[in-house]
Each structure stands twice: as structure tokens, then as C-alpha cells.
């Protein structure tokens, strides 16, 4: 669990190695009062199926539109495997516009370093990140 400085907001990270293991978590969390009156609470998981050597992935955005893709696919590019994360994030009265992605991305991502999912910060940040080509100029 960790609290984010920047959002109202708790992040959970669970290992999970069946789909019916995520409805199981999210019933646990929401037998909290506060987790359950949340504003948002906005999940995405990833449990690799070694026998068809795929994924089953997932998300929900919990009303906070594109939240839960772009914690899962935080997780796709991190490569991490049989984890579900959940952000529960309360409205604090202050608008954060779209840096609230920014913060909950880093606040998952933060933690999943911490526990050991997947490599240092710097790594982490390099993993799977479009690299912007140097503009010049054309010529003729």
C-alpha cells in the first residue's frame, strides 16, 4: 500500500494468478467504508497464462475516463506479470486536470519498484517509452 502525496489516493498492489482472484480483491477492499465511498477506484491487472504463452489483462476506470488504460498499459510496458494494481483516489477539491494521470502512473510505478515487481525508477522510466527523434532541419 502507499500513500500519494500529490492525490488523495491509496494504491494497492496484489500478486494474482486467476481472473476470479481480482473480483476476490476488489470485494476485500470494498469491505472498507472508505475504500468503498472512494471516488474513484481504478484498477488494472495483468496474470500470464503460461500454457497459451499470453495474457489476460484488464482495466477499469471507475468514472475517471482513461485511468485504468493508462495503468495498464504502465504495466504492459514495465513487463510485470500476475499483479493487479488498484488506485483509490478521493476528490480533494483542487482540479488536477490532466496531471492526475501523471501522478497516479508514478505513484503505481513507484511502488512497484519499491516491492520488487520490476527494476529501479531510472529503468522503469526507460522501459518501453517512446524516444522523440531530434527535429532538424529539412533540406533541399
Same mark, same amino acid.
Given at each position: 500500500m502507499h500513500l500519494s502525496p500529490f492525490l488523495l %489516493?491509496?494504491?494497492?498492489?496484489? *500478486?494474482?494468478? =486467476? *481472473?476470479?482472484?481480482?473480483?476476490?480483491?476488489? $470485494?476485500?477492499l470494498y469491505e472498507n467504508k472508505k475504500i468503498a465511498s472512494a471516488t474513484h477506484n481504478? =484498477?488494472? =491487472?495483468?496474470?500470464? %497464462?503460461? $500454457?497459451?504463452? @499470453?495474457?489476460?489483462?484488464d482495466c477499469e476506470d471507475d468514472g475517471e475516463t482513461a485511468a485504468g488504460a493508462r495503468?495498464?498499459?504502465l504495466l504492459q510496458i514495465l513487463d510485470v506479470q500476475n499483479v493487479m494494481v488498484v488506485v483509490t483516489r478521493w476528490y480533494g477539491g483542487i482540479l488536477l486536470g490532466p496531471d492526475r494521470f501523471k501522478h497516479i502512473n508514478n505513484s503505481a510505478r513507484n511502488l512497484l519498484v519499491q516491492e520488487g515487481y520490476t527494476e529501479s525508477p531510472d529503468e522503469a522510466a526507460?522501459?518501453?517509452?517512446?524516444?522523440?527523434?531530434?527535429?532538424?532541419?529539412? @533540406?533541399?
Open positions: %489516493c491509496v494504491i494497492f498492489v496484489v *500478486v494474482v494468478f =486467476y *481472473v476470479f482472484q481480482v473480483r476476490l480483491v476488489l $470485494d476485500k481504478i =484498477y488494472a =491487472y495483468r496474470i500470464y %497464462c503460461e $500454457d497459451r504463452n @499470453t495474457f489476460l489483462q495503468l495498464l498499459h526507460k522501459c518501453g517509452g517512446k524516444s522523440k527523434k531530434p527535429r532538424g532541419k529539412k @533540406t533541399k
